[in-house]
C-alpha cells in the first residue's frame, strides 16, 4: 500500500510533469498496468503501476510540475499487510535524501553492508513504481483521457498538502487512441474528443489526428508546440549542401534548452565526481559484418539485423568478462550486477539524447536484441517510452551512427561507472599477416572510472569485445 | 508503378520517417541519408515500409540504387507490379 510517486527515470531527472491520470479514484489497477502519463524533459513516458491495488485520490492535477518522489496518487495494494516494525540501517545524507523524497526507508530494501540503504537502493525505490515489466507495456493500453489542463507550472505539492479536487476531465468519456496518436494530438494542439476515430473499435489514429489538424475541426486543447521554422534552423546543425528544410518540430526551443540543461548538469557532475580514463582500440569488423550480410541475405526488411545491434549484443556479453565495468558506484561503493541492462543512447530528430534501457541485453539473442532495438528507437522518437525502458542502465553505450564521427570519448552517466562508445564504421588500410589490406573498422572506446577499474581491466575488456566480433555466429 | 506514383509513395512514407521535414523540399538526387537526417535505422524503416505498401521488398544487396528520391522512383518503377 502507499503513495505512487513521481519516479526518477534516469539520473538527471529532477522533476517531471504529470501529462495525464489513465486511471480515476475507485478503478483497480493491476501490476504493470500504465496508470499515468508524465513528460520529463527528455521525453513522455507512460508510467506503470508497480503492484496490484485499488486507487484511492488522485493527489496531483494534469499539467502540474513535481519534483521527483512527491506522492501523485493514493494507491492501496491489494491484500496489503502492515509493514513489520523495524528500522533500516541507513547513513545521515540517505536519510536526509530519503526525507527529501518522501520515502519511508523501512520500506526500501537495503543492498549496503549489513542491510544499510544506500542512495541507489532510494533511487531504485523511488524510481520502483517503473517496475521491470516488458517493453510492451503500451501495446495494452489504449484508452486516454481526452483532455488534460495546459502545461500551468504549478509549485512542487507535498504530501502535507490537501488532495486537490478531482481531475479535470475524469467525467468525460474515454477516447481510445494510441500513445502516438495521443502525443500527435498533443503536439497538434487537437482535443483527442472532438476526433473521429477510423482505428480498430473506433480508436484515434494518428492519421485521425492530423486530417483533424488540418481541418480545423477540434478546439486546440493545448498550445501546439509548434516550432516556427526560423528557430528550427536556428537550432539545427549547419545545413548541408541541399538540405530539406524543416517546417515544423514537435519539440519547442525551451524543452530543447531543458533537455539540453538537464543533460549539462549530470554531465558536469560526471566530469566533477568521477576520475575518468579513457581507452580506444581500432576492430576490424571484416568477419562480423560479412557473417551478417549472409545473415541478412534472403530475409525480408523486417527480419534483416544492422550493424549496431551486432556491436549492442557483443558489448553486453564481453561486460561479463570484467564485471567491475558493469554496475553502479554509491556511497564510495561499487555494486556490481549480474546482468547487463544497456543504456543506449538515441539520438532524436530535431536534437537531444534519450538513453533507453535494453533489459538484460546480454541473455538475449541477435533477432531479440535487434527487435528491441528497433521498438525502443521507435518509441523514443515518438516520445513514448515506458518507464521501466527509462530506468538506470547499469552501463551506457554511444553510437554515432554511419553518419557520425569516427570515435567518441565519451562521459559516465553516474552512477555507472563505464561508457563504452562506437564511432561510425569505415574503411581503413589494415595489415594482415605482413601484408596491406583494406578492411572495415569500428573504433571502440570506454571511458572507465579510475575508482573501481584501471586502464588495466579496461583493455580486458576491449580486447574481450574485439574477440567476440571476430566470432559472430557465436553471439 | 510508374515512376511519378513511386516518387509520391515514397515521399510519403519518408514522412512518417522524418515528420518535420517538408517533403515539398526533399531533393531528387541527393542521398536521403543527409538530405532528410535518416540514419541506418531509419533506412532499414524505410525499406520495411516501402516492402508493407508497395510488395517490393529491397534487398541489402541493392541499397546502393535507393539512396536518392529519383533512385526509389526508378527501383520501385522497375520492380513493382
Known amino acids: 500500500m502507499g503513495d505512487f510517486r513521481m519516479p526518477s527515470l534516469g539520473a538527471d531527472m529532477t522533476e517531471g510533469t504529470l501529462v495525464e491520470w489513465l486511471v480515476q479514484p475507485g478503478d483497480h489497477v493491476h501490476h504493470g498496468q500504465i496508470i499515468a502519463v508524465i513528460d520529463t524533459v527528455k521525453s513522455a513516458i507512460d508510467i506503470e503501476a508497480f503492484e496490484d491495488g485499488d486507487v484511492e485520490r488522485l493527489l496531483v492535477e494534469p499539467g502540474t510540475t513535481v519534483s521527483v518522489g512527491t506522492p501523485l496518487a493514493a494507491i492501496r495494494a491489494a491484500g496489503a499487510s502492515a509493514p513489520a516494525e523495524h528500522h533500516a540501517p541507513a547513513s545521515p545524507i540517505v536519510r536526509r535524501l530519503a526525507h527529501e523524497l518522501h520515502v519511508d526507508l523501512d520500506e526500501v530494501e537495503g ?134 528544410s524543416r517546417t515544423a518540430d514537435v519539440r519547442s526551443d525551451a524543452r530543447k534548452d531543458a533537455m539540453q540543461a538537464a543533460t549539462a548538469a549530470l554531465m558536469a557532475r560526471s566530469k566533477k565526481e568521477i576520475p575518468h580514463y579513457y581507452l580506444e582500440s581500432v576492430i576490424d569488423l571484416r568477419v562480423a559484418l560479412d557473417w551478417l550480410a549472409r545473415h541478412n ?12 545491434a551486432v556491436l549492442l549484443l557483443a558489448t553486453a556479453r564481453s561486460l561479463l568478462a570484467v564485471p567491475e565495468l558493469n554496475g553502479f558506484y554509491t556511497d564510495g561503493h561499487f555494486d556490481a550486477r549480474e546482468h547487463v541492462d544497456l543504456g543506449v543512447a538515441v539520438s532524436l530528430r530535431g536534437g537531444g539524447l534519450v538513453v533507453a534501457n535494453l533489459r538484460e541485453a546480454d541473455t538475449k539473442d541477435l533477432d531479440v536484441l535487434m527487435t528491441m532495438l528497433k521498438d525502443v528507437a521507435t518509441r523514443a522518437r515518438a516520445g513514448r517510452l515506458t518507464s521501466s525502458e527509462m530506468s538506470v542502465p547499469t552501463v551506457t553505450v554511444t553510437n554515432l551512427g554511419d553518419q557520425g564521427a569516427d570515435l567518441v570519448h565519451g562521459v559516465i552517466y553516474p552512477p555507472q561507472v563505464a561508457l563504452v562508445g562506437f564511432g561510425r564504421i569505415v574503411e581503413r588500410p589494415w595489415a594482415v599477416d605482413g601484408m596491406l589490406t583494406v578492411r572495415p573498422v569500428v573504433t571502440a572506446t570506454l571511458a572507465g572510472d579510475h575508482r573501481v577499474t584501471d586502464g588495466h581491466r579496461g583493455s580486458r575488456f576491449l580486447a574481450a569485445l574485439d574477440a567476440a566480433l571476430q566470432k559472430p555466429e557465436e553471439l | 508503378m510508374n515512376p511519378t506514383s513511386a516518387r509520391e509513395t ?37 525499406v520495411e515500409r516501402v516492402h508493407e505498401v508497395t510488395g517490393v521488398d529491397v534487398p541489402e544487396n541493392d541499397y546502393d540504387q535507393v539512396r536518392t528520391l529519383n533512385g526509389w522512383a526508378a527501383y520501385l518503377a522497375a520492380h513493382a507490379s
Do not use: C, N, W
Open chain 1, 111 to 244: 543492498t549496503g553492508r549489513g542491510g544499510s540503504v544506500t542512495r541507489h537502493d532510494l533511487d531504485l525505490a523511488v524510481g520502483g513504481v517503473a517496475q521491470v515489466v516488458a517493453a510492451q507495456g503500451e501495446a495494452a493500453q489504449g484508452v486516454a483521457e481526452p483532455s488534460v489542463a495546459g502545461p500551468s507550472h504549478a509549485a512542487p505539492s507535498s504530501s502535507a498538502s490537501p488532495p486537490p479536487e478531482p481531475v479535470r476531465g475524469t467525467s468525460q468519456p474515454h477516447v481510445a487512441a494510441s500513445p502516438r496518436a495521443r502525443r500527435r494530438a498533443v503536439d497538434l494542439g487537437v482535443d483527442l474528443a472532438a476526433v473521429t476515430g477510423t482505428g480498430a473499435h473506433g480508436a484515434v489514429t494518428v492519421e485521425d489526428v492530423e486530417r483533424s489538424a488540418h481541418a480545423g475541426d477540434a478546439g486546440p486543447a493545448y498550445p501546439p508546440r509548434v516550432v516556427p521554422p526560423a528557430a528550427v534552423s536556428s537550432a539545427q546543425p549547419a545545413p548541408s549542401k541541399a538540405r530539406a
Open chain 1, 297 to 308: 541475405e534472403g530475409s525480408a526488411s523486417a527480419d534483416r539485423v544492422l550493424p549496431a
Open chain 2, 10 to 46: 515514397v515521399l510519403e512514407l519518408i514522412g512518417e520517417i522524418a515528420p518535420e521535414v517538408d517533403m515539398g523540399s526533399v531533393p531528387d538526387d541527393e542521398d536521403l541519408r543527409d538530405a532528410v537526417d535518416l540514419d541506418s535505422l531509419d533506412f532499414l524503416t524505410l
